[in-house]
């Protein structure tokens, strides 16, 4: 930690817009002045973006336009000026083919938001999966001072007095209900019971992963993550944070003072320890790419191979959100890491203090929901990442969301071209396969699906569902929802529609995986191996126009974050000049 605070009082960013007497300033000013702002605001103050996510069809972040008030008490009680800015919001559970396909363009019309408007700092009000990232890369790009505040996850969901994660009891029911253990009446039925509060999913999803990692990065203030959407503390943090932003301005914190390489290590751990969502792997790797952090797929296997997970929430455990907060959330998380020497204490967090100082007091209050590292959940939990010749460039897979008996396993595989070959044949009973085999999805990674959706977890075939098994080992260049469970190898690199190895896989072929030892082989010549991927071509249409198009042409693999390659890297926040 050498962060050493800029002096104060100074000229601000803003002050190019607000400060003088020009006919330009006259505009700018004037302009503001019709929302009845008092000349004294201009005066040299920090003017903070809030940021918000905030869309009726977003619903996870449908509760922000509150949030966003306390946000603003916050910054005036701190003599800034708060300027609340809506931005691009993609909802996980709404956006077509896939949020993630937008995560990049909302990235890149955030940054120049931020560049292109008058603001000294920023309030990230995220919360749904890619909102999050989104705006940590915009924000990584610019360098603008910025302090992330989630909306918090839902309340526990239950149905006939058991607990119902989001997104983790869909899977359930869904394949329940495949196998004739529940009628679809029931799982109507359960729908209501799902989502019964404002707020994120409330299991350790990827919405709660990604606040977790703001939080171990240090860009959100110490127990952020957990408090639920409706809780009282979730405002009372977000005037916290509308007051720290202020200072954050006067001190000059940026972004790349706090996510460091360290910091990014730090979060890494905390992923495995938690039992994140493998989303988290393409999010920090995208948002190190902006800062200029030099992060690898590598760094995440090294830093996170020997964290237990001890975080006993669904899809890895059995709680959910609401028991995490009340057993001390994410801090009590981090002081755990720091005992056990995963931790590095010094990194800097938004408050100004390191992370050690934020989270060595806490009490852990559940030791059932936040095992002790000597009785975790799965000794081995971060992210497994696998290499052979169907993953030259790099595989990941969950191990607490896998089945220990598949973690070494050798199968057949019964292949899917892509998504709609999935679907038109899974159900069909004459499918060729059984619980030994190996799924194995094509054409759904970043070019393909295009987008990479999170349809890597897909549903095992009614027939081996019928007979009790709820799990096989199933590969893929796509993602998984961070809800979701099961053996399934994800975002294989390269991709399927670049012409990886994966591309070439048929019905048939022998594959191994060997997660203990990072392996995952397609089990044909070399010479075999070379021959199919000389004679491979592209199999299906590219975008002509339109986003689709950019991203198609521009999106790196997801061994490296799935970023447009002419995003990465830190542009700063440069105040441009005037066009009147
Ligand atoms: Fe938005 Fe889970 S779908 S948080």
Redesign the pocket.
């Given at each position: 930690m050498s962060f050493k605070p800029a002096s104060w009082p100074r000229r601000l960013r803003s002050q190019e817009w607000y400060g003088g007497t020009s006919r330009d300033t006259i505009y700018h000013r004037g302009w503001m002045k019709n929302q009845g702002y008092p000349h004294d605001l201009f005066d040299g103050r920090p003017v903070i973006g809030i940021l918000n996510t905030w869309s009726d069809l977003?619903?996870?972040?449908g509760h922000l336009r509150e949030i966003a008030e306390k946000v603003k008490a916050g910054i005036w009680e701190a003599g800034g000026f708060p300027v609340e800015v809506p931005v691009f919001s993609a909802?996980?559970?709404t956006f077509r083919p896939t949020a993630m396909m937008f995560r990049n363009l909302a990235a890149l019309s955030i940054e120049e938001q931020m560049r292109g408007q008058p603001i000294d700092g920023a309030v990230l009000l995220v919360?749904?999966?890619k909102t999050t990232p989104s705006l940590l890369m915009a924000a990584a790009s610019t360098d603008l001072p910025s302090i992330v505040v989630t909306g918090g996850p839902m309340l526990n969901g239950y149905f006939r007095g058991e607990r119902v994660g989001?997104?983790t009891h869909l899977w359930k029911f869904s394949e329940a209900v495949k196998a004739g253990e529940m009628t679809q009446a029931e799982f109507l039925e359960a729908e209501a019971s799902m989502s019964r509060s404002s707020?994120?999913?409330n299991t350790m999803?990827?919405?709660?992963t990604m606040a977790s990692m703001a939080e171990a990065l240090g860009m959100a203030l110490s127990g952020n993550a957990a408090i639920p959407a409706v809780d009282s503390r979730r405002r009372v943090i977000a005037q916290l944070s509308g007051r720290r932003i202020v200072e954050m301005v006067k001190d000059d914190l940026k972004p790349s003072d706090v996510m460091t390489k360290r910091a990014f290590e730090n979060a890494i751990r905390t992923n495995g320890a938690i039992g994140g969502s493998t989303n988290a792997v393409l999010h920090l790797l995208a948002i190190a790419g902006r800062v200029g952090v030099d992060l690898t797929l590598d760094d995440w296997d090294r830093c996170g191979r020997d964290v237990p997970t001890i975080v006993n929430l669904m899809p890895s455990g059995e709680y959910l959100m609401e028991e995490f907060f009340y057993a001390g959330g994410l801090p009590v998380v981090l002081k755990r890491l720091g005992e056990a020497g995963l931790l590095h204490k010094d990194a800097l967090t938004v408050s100004g203090a390191t992370i050690w100082d934020e989270v060595r007091e806490v009490q852990n209050h559940n030791d059932d929901v936040i095992r002790p590292l000597e009785r975790p959940l799965t000794p081995q939990g971060g992210i497994a990442v696998l290499r052979g010749n169907l993953a030259p460039n790099g595989a990941v897979l969950k191990p607490s969301a896998a089945s220990e008996h598949l973690m070494v396993h050798r199968g057949r595989a019964v292949v899917f071209e892509d998504i709609d070959d999935y679907k038109a044949r899974i159900d069909d009973d004459a499918l060729d396969i059984d619980e030994t085999c190996v799924m194995v999805l094509k054409n759904c990674g970043p070019k393909g699906y295009p987008g990479m959706s999170e349809v890597g977890n897909m549903g095992l075939p009614p027939k081996v569902l019928k007979q009790g098994i709820t799990d096989m080992v199933r590969i893929s260049d796509a993602r998984m929802?961070?809800?979701a469970y099961g053996t399934v190898v994800l975002h294989t690199a390269p991709e399927a529609a670049v012409g990886g190895p994966l591309a070439v896989v048929r019905d048939g072929d022998m594959i191994e995986l060997d997660v203990p030892n990072r392996r995952l082989h397609l089990d044909i010549s070399d010479a075999e191996l070379a021959a199919r991927l000389a004679g491979w071509a592209p199999s299906h249409e590219r975008p002509a126009s339109g986003y689709a198009w950019l991203h198609q042409q521009h999106v790196e693999g997801a061994d490296t974050g799935a970023d447009l390659d002419f995003l990465r890297g830190c542009r700063g926040a440069p105040v441009g000049k005037d066009s009147h």
């Amino acid at each position: 930690m050498s962060f050493k605070p800029a002096s104060w009082p100074r000229r601000l960013r803003s002050q190019e817009w607000y400060g003088g007497t020009s006919r330009d300033t006259i505009y700018h000013r004037g302009w503001m002045k019709n929302q009845g702002y008092p000349h004294d605001l201009f005066d040299g103050r920090p003017v903070i973006g809030i940021l918000n996510t905030w869309s009726d069809l977003t619903p996870c972040n449908g509760h922000l336009r509150e949030i966003a008030e306390k946000v603003k008490a916050g910054i005036w009680e701190a003599g800034g000026f708060p300027v609340e800015v809506p931005v691009f919001s993609a909802s996980e559970n709404t956006f077509r083919p896939t949020a993630m396909m937008f995560r990049n363009l909302a990235a890149l019309s955030i940054e120049e938001q931020m560049r292109g408007q008058p603001i000294d700092g920023a309030v990230l009000l995220v919360g749904c999966d890619k909102t999050t990232p989104s705006l940590l890369m915009a924000a990584a790009s610019t360098d603008l001072p910025s302090i992330v505040v989630t909306g918090g996850p839902m309340l526990n969901g239950y149905f006939r007095g058991e607990r119902v994660g989001s997104g983790t009891h869909l899977w359930k029911f869904s394949e329940a209900v495949k196998a004739g253990e529940m009628t679809q009446a029931e799982f109507l039925e359960a729908e209501a019971s799902m989502s019964r509060s404002s707020g994120t999913c409330n299991t350790m999803g990827t919405a709660s992963t990604m606040a977790s990692m703001a939080e171990a990065l240090g860009m959100a203030l110490s127990g952020n993550a957990a408090i639920p959407a409706v809780d009282s503390r979730r405002r009372v943090i977000a005037q916290l944070s509308g007051r720290r932003i202020v200072e954050m301005v006067k001190d000059d914190l940026k972004p790349s003072d706090v996510m460091t390489k360290r910091a990014f290590e730090n979060a890494i751990r905390t992923n495995g320890a938690i039992g994140g969502s493998t989303n988290a792997v393409l999010h920090l790797l995208a948002i190190a790419g902006r800062v200029g952090v030099d992060l690898t797929l590598d760094d995440w296997d090294r830093c996170g191979r020997d964290v237990p997970t001890i975080v006993n929430l669904m899809p890895s455990g059995e709680y959910l959100m609401e028991e995490f907060f009340y057993a001390g959330g994410l801090p009590v998380v981090l002081k755990r890491l720091g005992e056990a020497g995963l931790l590095h204490k010094d990194a800097l967090t938004v408050s100004g203090a390191t992370i050690w100082d934020e989270v060595r007091e806490v009490q852990n209050h559940n030791d059932d929901v936040i095992r002790p590292l000597e009785r975790p959940l799965t000794p081995q939990g971060g992210i497994a990442v696998l290499r052979g010749n169907l993953a030259p460039n790099g595989a990941v897979l969950k191990p607490s969301a896998a089945s220990e008996h598949l973690m070494v396993h050798r199968g057949r595989a019964v292949v899917f071209e892509d998504i709609d070959d999935y679907k038109a044949r899974i159900d069909d009973d004459a499918l060729d396969i059984d619980e030994t085999c190996v799924m194995v999805l094509k054409n759904c990674g970043p070019k393909g699906y295009p987008g990479m959706s999170e349809v890597g977890n897909m549903g095992l075939p009614p027939k081996v569902l019928k007979q009790g098994i709820t799990d096989m080992v199933r590969i893929s260049d796509a993602r998984m929802s961070g809800t979701a469970y099961g053996t399934v190898v994800l975002h294989t690199a390269p991709e399927a529609a670049v012409g990886g190895p994966l591309a070439v896989v048929r019905d048939g072929d022998m594959i191994e995986l060997d997660v203990p030892n990072r392996r995952l082989h397609l089990d044909i010549s070399d010479a075999e191996l070379a021959a199919r991927l000389a004679g491979w071509a592209p199999s299906h249409e590219r975008p002509a126009s339109g986003y689709a198009w950019l991203h198609q042409q521009h999106v790196e693999g997801a061994d490296t974050g799935a970023d447009l390659d002419f995003l990465r890297g830190c542009r700063g926040a440069p105040v441009g000049k005037d066009s009147h």
